[in-house]
């Protein structure tokens, strides 16, 4: 069983920055591409940043400049760096990660999602 949990969003006024942080846990062979996905009241959830297990990195171009997305393979963990946020920043942010996990007899491939977390630009 995997588990992704997120943490540090908040509230924050236009401008500021925020870092979130998304750990991966249980019987985890191999994680291949992980990101962070953002979805807005009455929108559909769309994507911010993707990072491979090798460090390439996709960006929104709504955020290109302003957010950073790094991870720790060691920890398991995938951080979000949001700098200079704006109103149209706020939505829950999913962490999300593509994982290999051990089977009876094979392994398989799935994604996963984290339980998201609430980040509002607001003054």
């Known amino acids: 069983q995997v588990q992704l949990v997120e943490s540090g969003g908040g509230l924050v006024q236009p401008g500021g920055s925020l870092s979130l942080s998304c750990a991966a846990s249980?019987?985890?062979?191999?994680?291949?591409?992980m990101g962070w996905y953002r979805q807005a009241p009455g929108t559909q959830r769309e994507l911010v940043a993707t990072?491979?297990?090798?460090?390439?990195?996709n960006y929104a171009d709504s955020v290109k400049g302003r957010f950073t997305i790094s991870r720790d393979n060691a920890k398991k963990t995938v951080y979000l760096r949001m700098n200079s946020l704006k109103a149209e920043d706020t939505a829950v942010y999913y962490c999300?990660?593509?994982?290999?996990?051990?089977?009876?007899?094979?392994?398989?491939?799935?994604?996963?999602w984290g339980q998201g977390t609430q980040v509002t630009v607001s003054s």
């Open positions: 999300n990660a593509r994982i290999r996990t051990a089977g009876i007899t094979v392994s398989t491939v799935s994604d996963y």
């Open positions: 249980g019987s985890i062979l191999s994680i291949y591409t």
């Open positions: 990072i491979t297990s090798s460090g390439s990195t």
